[in-house]
């Protein structure tokens, strides 16, 4: 047998992957109920708002016991409202979504860290306005039949191009824009 330093990595990649298979296999599907929600928040010269998005469609699949699975959230970026007509045109405009150019963000995490007491972190990348960036969301997952996603995550706008040209200025609009999700879930039917 030779000692073919490639042959090991491909090897070593090939297991890996096998179980990373392997554990979302094993993770519970789960469907999204009516009541869930993803939203935002930001501010702009100090005035504090808040946006949600009406249309999601989150993927999820999880073991809490083992901290595996997958999440795979597209967002429909016209679908923001932020109960200003004003502010949601800008929004969906080049400088900011160019959601008319790239309507859909995505969400895409299968790396999970178990914090205890029901706290976890996801550690996914967002894709969004042609950008993908890593973002951790912090979540709690509360058990039972009926279990509640609640997650947390603070992202860098200007990662993403969200409000170029004069919208750069953090002065005016901070970076720092807060992403918040509430999923009611039940288990997903299986196949047989």
Do not use: H
């Amino acid at each position: 047998m030779t000692n073919n330093p490639r042959a090991g990595c491909v090897r070593l990649i090939a297991a890996s992957l096998l179980l990373s298979a392997s554990s979302l296999a094993n993770a519970a599907p789960w469907t999204v109920q009516p009541g869930s929600s993803l939203g935002f928040s930001a501010s702009f010269q100090g005035e504090a708002f808040e946006g949600k998005f009406s249309r999601f469609t989150p993927r999820i699949s999880f073991d809490p016991a083992k901290a595996t699975g997958s999440f795979d959230v597209g967002i429909d970026l016209l679908s923001a409202d932020t109960r200003n007509s004003e502010r949601d045109d800008l929004l969906m405009g080049a400088d900011f979504f160019n959601a008319r150019k790239r309507p859909q963000a995505r969400y895409v995490a299968t790396r999970f860290r178990a914090l205890g007491g029901g706290k976890f972190v996801a550690d996914g990348v967002l894709t969004l306005n042609g950008s993908s960036k890593p973002v951790a969301l912090a979540f709690t997952w509360s058990a039972g039949a009926r279990p509640v996603l609640a997650g947390e995550a603070t992202l860098k706008r200007l990662d993403f191009s969200v409000g170029t040209g004069e919208w750069t200025d953090t002065a005016l609009l901070p970076d720092d824009v807060r992403v918040k999700t509430r999923l009611l879930l039940a288990p997903a039917a299986r196949l047989k």
